[in-house]
């Protein structure tokens, strides 16, 4: 009997164009929302900056609306992981470490990307975070060639998470019960991509396979708490977290980024 190992779903090179021209659009709403970033601009600012940029481009906000979310993006300060909600409260002061995750929709395709960075200066250890959360990203987004199992990704993505530690010196939580996830026509699409794990297991990657891949760090615990809100998700210590996302294809080429941004 000849057993098959179960492979993620491949996209054509036509669908995976047109999954970077929404990626490129979320992109775009990214740099605008980090221009705007200011002492004094509430997160409902930025929120309306990314809606205005989506629109302006032909693509619409894939997170409003999404079971009920009612925002354009998630705007993520300090503290919240995750999926905070934008308000006209929380309002930006130096220092502070945001986070923001973004998905447009063009033309039935979706692109989902997210970054963080400061509000001016950072103090030390924030900056270092959030370096780390990018390195660990590029580490997964690095392993995500045809032929891999899913959970080679995830392992890379622990291995650079402690290689980032020695680097840094500092101990950084992984976020539990929070990872990336497949992508298409749909913003989230099977399977589960943790941020953590041994390598070797899972379905195979295939040649166009999409996945976000999305590591979650914090200076602290890797415990969370989400609000009465339903939504916002806080490290349950109070330290700062950070988060980065890129819509990536495994390619005969090498990964491709499908959420680039024109830095």
């Not at 995976?16 to 705007?36: K, N, S």
């Not at 705007?75 to 220092?95: F, K, R």
């Not at 030390?124 to 660990?136: G, K, P, Y």
């Not at 080429?253 to 941004?261: E, K």
């Amino acid at each position: 009997m000849i057993f098959r190992r179960k492979r993620i779903p491949a996209k054509t090179p036509g669908e995976l164009d047109a999954m970077e021209a929404a990626g490129r659009v979320v992109g775009e709403a990214l740099l605008a929302v980090r221009a705007a970033a200011r002492p004094g601009v509430s997160t409902k600012e930025l929120d309306a900056v990314a809606e205005q940029t989506i629109r302006d481009a032909g693509a619409y906000p894939t997170f409003l609306g999404y079971q009920g979310f009612p925002g354009s993006i998630c705007a993520s300060v300090n503290d919240v992981i995750v999926h905070g909600i934008p308000d006209e409260e929380t309002v930006l002061v130096e220092g502070d470490l945001v986070s923001i995750d973004c998905g447009a929709t063009l033309d039935g395709w979706v692109g989902d990307s997210a970054f963080s960075f400061g509000v001016g200066d950072l103090d030390a250890d924030s900056q270092a975070l959030n370096e780390a959360c990018e390195e660990v990203m590029l580490a997964g987004v690095a392993a995500m060639v045809p032929g891999a199992r899913l959970s080679d990704v995830s392992h890379a993505l622990e291995v650079a998470t402690r290689a980032a530690e020695e680097r840094h010196g500092l101990a950084f939580g992984i976020v539990d019960g929070f990872g990336g996830h497949g992508i298409g026509h749909e913003m989230h699409e099977d399977p589960y991509l943790a941020n953590e794990g041994r390598a070797g297991h899972g379905p195979v990657i295939q040649d166009g396979t999409t996945l976000c891949v999305e590591p979650m760090l914090t200076l602290g615990t890797w415990d969370s708490e989400i609000l009465d809100d339903d939504w916002t998700v806080i490290t349950a210590d109070g330290t700062r977290a950070a988060h980065w996302e890129h819509t990536v294809a495994a390619t005969a080429d090498g990964p491709r980024i499908l959420t680039p941004r024109a830095e």
